[in-house]
Every structure is written in structure tokens, then in C-alpha cells.
């Protein structure tokens, strides 16, 4: 795979919803290191949302999504989004919504 394509696939695993498209740049992404990034109060917030749903499989309460169910939070823009992937993230759409959208992120990616 070319960096641009490494860019790209990046983005979109880290991002399943174009939620910080509006302020990702350039300096987001460091492909060394493959690691984007983040605002500290986003991580505590995963935690506490791993701790919850573990919470949740050991008292049996409450409902449980799994893979290939996401939930996306975006602090910058105050969005929430709950998705369902049909056919998991590796289906067929999936493929041809990573070439479609490559093609349309094509000049911002090579900005980067």
C-alpha cells in the first residue's frame, strides 16, 4: 500500500464517521508512529465507557452491542453517532465506500 493509501486507511479506521473532517489537517496524522491525535478528556471517556459496558456483562444488565456496531463521539463538534456496519467492517460495502471516499479525499490526502 502507497502512503497515500496508509493516510487514507488510517483515517478511516480511526474515524468510522467523517465526524472530524471538518477540522482534521495535516498535522493530525503522524504515519511513523501511526498515531493520530487525541484530546486528553476523549480518552478518558473511552475508558470510562470500556468500564461501563463492563460493568454491564458482569451485572447482566442493560443493553450490550457488539462488533459491528459502533458508537463514535466527537468532543470538538458535541456529535454523537450510533452505526450498524451489515456484513462487519470488512464487507464488500466497506471496500467500495473506502474507494469511493479515496477517491473524493484524494487532493486533501495529498495535501498531507
Do not use: C, W
Not at 17 to 29: K, T
Amino acid at each position: 500500500m502507497d502512503e497515500r493509501g496508509m493516510i487514507f486507511a488510517m483515517l478511516f479506521g480511526l474515524s468510522p464517521s467523517a465526524l472530524p473532517l471538518s477540522y482534521a489537517g495535516p498535522d493530525v496524522l503522524d504515519l511513523k508512529k501511526l498515531r493520530g491525535s487525541t484530546v486528553a478528556p476523549a480518552l478518558t471517556l473511552v475508558a470510562s465507557l470500556a468500564a461501563t459496558e463492563a460493568v454491564k456483562l458482569l451485572t447482566g444488565k442493560g443493553e450490550i452491542r457488539f462488533a459491528p456496531h459502533v458508537f463514535q463521539i466527537d468532543l470538538m463538534n458535541q456529535k454523537a453517532v450510533r452505526k450498524y456496519y451489515l456484513f462487519g467492517m470488512k464487507s464488500f460495502v466497506q471496500r467500495i465506500k473506502k474507494k469511493f471516499m479515496l477517491g473524493i479525499m484524494k487532493g486533501r490526502i495529498q495535501e498531507l
